[in-house]
């Protein structure tokens, strides 16, 4: 930098008076100092710095005698170990921070730093990390982390948080890491207990009621479920309290609330208290089905190849292996669930032969105005109905897809605007005609080895509803509200359907407490199974 700026000196001398000079000279010492300063600060804070530049940083350097990025990736070498304990001690450094625990954040920052030290002269030197290197280091960090958790830092927090700074950083890299995909199903699975404690309860209702059962077995076959004359809503969750949140908030600002229909199906885990729950609650007079993901039998193996994948050694190895499960608290259930049920959204036409039109809904939304206009919407001859997101940040297509692989580059253009799934409306009849399910089939075939995409359901939706997407004014659906802190007030009110995405869900303490009431007003508290659960 300096040798730079004398080096633009020279002829300039010649032509300006010295006073000029001097000015300028202070500017320019001015200017080095400066950057000096933002790049010392930057190195103080190295949390900030997303992860993923760090670890190719260190790959750069890695020489003949050594591959420093299968070491990093084998399990039992000490650099893995340390990098591990790195990312556990970054987030518990955000959470420290969060909680005003200063000194706690500085001392787990040095170790930090002592660690990546370490690593990267392992790399330059090209020769793999001794017992003895790594040992210190990593007891301090572990012990440092041990302090972390004792501070009631509890499991769920911990994930949640992880979780969405890595999205934070992700915004910043723009890059998708596989591994923020997996502490987001982390996330979902660590429900606080409060909702564990709602699940168990219903579920206790439900087994040992047969008389909900009966009831639920004669609303089955009501002719309103298939009745085209009705609006129709489905949502796909194993989360009860989130579930009724939508229902409800639908039917509480919906001007007809009896004319609609809500088809709701979770895994076999929730489904008994997801039906004790709606059994039990009056919604309006609104009809609504659950059902069970595990009793689809056409959802096979040979049928979706989603669901092969879901179920193949090595892509689970892929998805789950990596993942830390610290004392063993809030276990993986079986992750198939989780995924089919995020991948239903792909067949509805299959699970509602006899439907024409449908709202699709996530979880994690709350309805705010009347829905049914949706119904009337002119698509254009399109299959689905998606609120645009390219408006405020980078959704394109290349921010989701590798475009470095001609079957992506050849089809598609990179620019194309992203849209948001949560509040869709699909025209079932189109759907069919297009062949919609087989395109999704196609491009989840294609990306077996994981190259076009990592996980979700966003990019192979993209791929699917590409040309068939027709963008919808963004005030029916508002996103963000889980992560961003900033939505205008206005934009909330006008919003038709706001959307808790991002990490902060509003049933989780990390919720942001200037959304979280659009969310809790849909919800009785004063219901006896849900005061218990709280308060004990
Ligand atoms: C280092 O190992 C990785 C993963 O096994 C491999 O992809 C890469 O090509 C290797 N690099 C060199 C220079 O051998
Ligand atoms: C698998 O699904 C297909 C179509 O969805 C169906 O025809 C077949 O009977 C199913 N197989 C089993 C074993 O259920
Ligand atoms: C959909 O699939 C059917 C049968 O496989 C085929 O006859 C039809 O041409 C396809 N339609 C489109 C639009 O691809
Ligand atoms: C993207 O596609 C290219 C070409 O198939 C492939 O070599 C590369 O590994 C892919 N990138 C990722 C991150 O999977
Ligand atoms: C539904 O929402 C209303 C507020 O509109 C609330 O009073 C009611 O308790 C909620 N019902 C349930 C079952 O949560
Ligand atoms: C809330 O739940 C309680 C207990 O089930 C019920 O008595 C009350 O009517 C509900 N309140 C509303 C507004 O739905």
Same mark, same amino acid.
Not at 419 to 431: S, T
Not at 439 to 451: A, S
């Given at each position: 930098?300096?040798?730079?700026? /004398?080096?633009?000196?020279?002829?300039?001398?010649?032509?300006?008076?010295?006073?000029?000079?001097?000015?300028?000279?202070?500017?320019?010492?001015?200017?080095?100092?400066?950057?000096?300063?933002?790049?010392?600060?930057?190195?103080?804070?190295?949390?900030?710095?997303?992860?993923?530049?760090?670890?190719?940083?260190?790959?750069?350097?890695?020489?003949?005698?050594? +591959?420093?990025?299968?070491?990093?990736?084998?399990? =039992?070498?000490?650099?893995?170990?340390?990098?591990?304990?790195?990312?556990?001690?970054?987030?518990?450094?955000?959470?420290? %921070?969060?909680?005003?625990?200063?000194?706690?954040?500085?001392?787990?920052?040095?170790?930090?730093?002592?660690?990546?030290?370490?690593?990267?002269?392992?790399?330059?030197?090209?020769?793999?990390?001794?017992?003895?290197?790594?040992?210190?280091?990593?007891?301090?960090?572990?012990?440092?982390?041990?302090?972390?958790?004792?501070?009631?830092?509890?499991?769920?927090?911990?994930?949640?948080? #992880?979780?969405?700074?890595?999205?934070?950083?992700?915004?910043?890299?723009?890059? /998708? =890491?596989?591994?923020? /995909?997996?502490?987001?199903?982390?996330?979902?699975?660590?429900? *606080?207990?409060?909702?564990?404690? !709602?699940?168990?309860?219903?579920?206790? @209702?439900?087994?040992?009621?047969?008389?909900?059962?009966?009831?639920?077995?004669?609303?089955?076959?009501?002719?309103?479920?298939?009745?085209?004359?009705?609006?129709?809503?489905?949502?796909?969750? @194993?989360?009860?309290?989130?579930?009724?949140?939508?229902?409800?908030?639908?039917?509480?600002?919906?001007?007809?609330? %009896?004319?609609?229909?809500?088809?709701?199906?979770?895994?076999?885990?929730?489904?008994?208290?997801?039906?004790?729950?709606?059994?039990?609650?009056?919604?309006?007079?609104?009809?609504?089905?659950?059902?069970?993901? @595990?009793? &689809?039998?056409?959802?096979?193996?040979?049928?979706? $190849?989603? #669901?092969?994948?879901?179920?193949?050694?090595?892509?689970?190895?892929?998805?789950?292996?990596?993942?830390?499960?610290?004392?063993?608290?809030?276990?993986?259930?079986?992750?198939?669930?989780?995924?089919?049920? +995020?991948?239903?959204?792909?067949?509805?036409?299959?699970?509602?032969?006899?439907?024409?039109?449908?709202?699709?809904?996530?979880?994690?939304?709350?309805?705010?105005?009347?829905?049914? *206009?949706?119904?009337? !919407?002119?698509?254009?001859?399109?299959?689905?109905?998606?609120?645009?997101?390219?408006?405020?940040?980078?959704?394109?297509?290349?921010?989701?897809?590798?475009?470095?692989?001609?079957?992506?580059?050849?089809? &598609?253009?990179?620019?194309?605007?992203?849209?948001?799934?949560? #509040?869709?409306?699909?025209?079932?009849?189109?759907?069919?005609?297009?062949?919609?399910?087989?395109?999704?089939?196609?491009?989840?075939?294609?990306?077996?080895?994981?190259?076009?995409?990592?996980?979700? =359901?966003? $990019?192979?939706?993209?791929?699917?509803?590409?040309?068939?997407?027709?963008?919808?004014?963004?005030?029916?659906?508002?996103?963000?509200?889980?992560?961003?802190?900033?939505?205008?007030?206005?934009?909330?009110?006008?919003?038709?359907?706001?959307?808790?995405?991002?990490? #902060?869900? *509003?049933?989780?303490?990390?919720?942001?407490?200037?959304?979280?009431?659009?969310?809790?007003?849909?919800?009785?508290?004063?219901?006896?199974?849900?005061? @218990?659960?709280?308060?004990?």
């Amino acid at each position: 930098m300096r040798r730079r700026a /004398a080096e633009y000196r020279r002829p300039v001398r010649k032509r300006v008076s010295y006073w000029i000079w001097g000015i300028l000279g202070l500017f320019l010492f001015s200017l080095v100092a400066l950057l000096l300063f933002v790049f010392l600060h930057n190195h103080e804070n190295p949390i900030q710095q997303p992860h993923s530049e760090k670890i190719t940083r260190s790959e750069h350097f890695h020489n003949e005698g050594l +591959n420093f990025t299968e070491e990093i990736l084998s399990v =039992t070498s000490y650099a893995r170990q340390l990098a591990d304990q790195i990312t556990l001690a970054k987030a518990y450094v955000i959470i420290a %921070k969060e909680q005003n625990n200063l000194q706690l954040a500085w001392e787990l920052s040095s170790k930090i730093r002592n660690c990546q030290l370490l690593l990267s002269e392992a790399a330059m030197r090209g020769k793999p990390i001794k017992l003895d290197e790594a040992r210190p280091l990593a007891e301090g960090l572990s012990s440092l982390i041990y302090k972390a958790q004792d501070a009631h830092y509890d499991i769920a927090t911990t994930i949640v948080t #992880m979780k969405s700074h890595i999205q934070a950083l992700e915004e910043r890299a723009n890059v /998708a =890491t596989v591994q923020s /995909a997996i502490f987001a199903q982390l996330a979902v699975e660590a429900l *606080p207990k409060s909702l564990h404690c !709602l699940n168990i309860r219903l579920t206790y @209702d439900w087994l040992r009621n047969p008389d909900l059962q009966e009831v639920s077995n004669e609303k089955r076959n009501s002719p309103r479920l298939v009745d085209n004359n009705l609006y129709h809503f489905c949502v796909f969750s @194993d989360n009860v309290i989130a579930t009724s949140a939508v229902v409800n908030s639908t039917v509480s600002n919906a001007d007809h609330p %009896k004319q609609l229909v809500f088809h709701v199906v979770t895994n076999g885990i929730s489904y008994g208290a997801m039906q004790a729950w709606f059994l039990r609650n009056n919604f309006k007079g609104c009809t609504i089905e659950v059902q069970n993901i @595990d009793e &689809f039998s056409w959802l096979n193996i040979s049928y979706s $190849p989603v #669901m092969k994948q879901l179920l193949d050694p090595e892509a689970r190895a892929y998805y789950f292996g990596l993942s830390q499960d610290p004392k063993g608290e809030g276990k993986l259930r079986n992750p198939k669930h989780l995924s089919l049920l +995020n991948h239903l959204r792909f067949y509805i036409p299959e699970l509602y032969p006899s439907l024409e039109k449908v709202v699709f809904l996530d979880d994690d939304v709350v309805v705010q105005k009347d829905l049914t *206009p949706l119904f009337s !919407l002119d698509l254009h001859g399109n299959v689905n109905g998606a609120v645009e997101t390219c408006l405020e940040a980078f959704h394109r297509y290349y921010k989701y897809l590798n475009f470095s692989n001609p079957v992506i580059s050849s089809k &598609f253009d990179p620019q194309a605007c992203g849209w948001a799934f949560g #509040m869709n409306v699909f025209d079932l009849i189109l759907w069919k005609k297009a062949n919609v399910t087989a395109r999704y089939h196609y491009w989840q075939e294609q990306n077996r080895e994981r190259t076009l995409w990592k996980l979700g =359901t966003l $990019p192979p939706g993209l791929l699917t509803f590409y040309g068939l997407t027709e963008p919808l004014d963004r005030r029916w659906h508002v996103l963000g509200l889980g992560y961003d802190l900033n939505i205008d007030n206005r934009l909330i009110e006008s919003a038709a359907v706001v959307h808790f995405n991002g990490n #902060m869900k *509003p049933w989780l303490k990390l919720a942001i407490g200037r959304y979280k009431h659009l969310w809790e007003r849909y919800v009785n508290h004063s219901h006896p199974y849900l005061h @218990d659960c709280i308060t004990s």
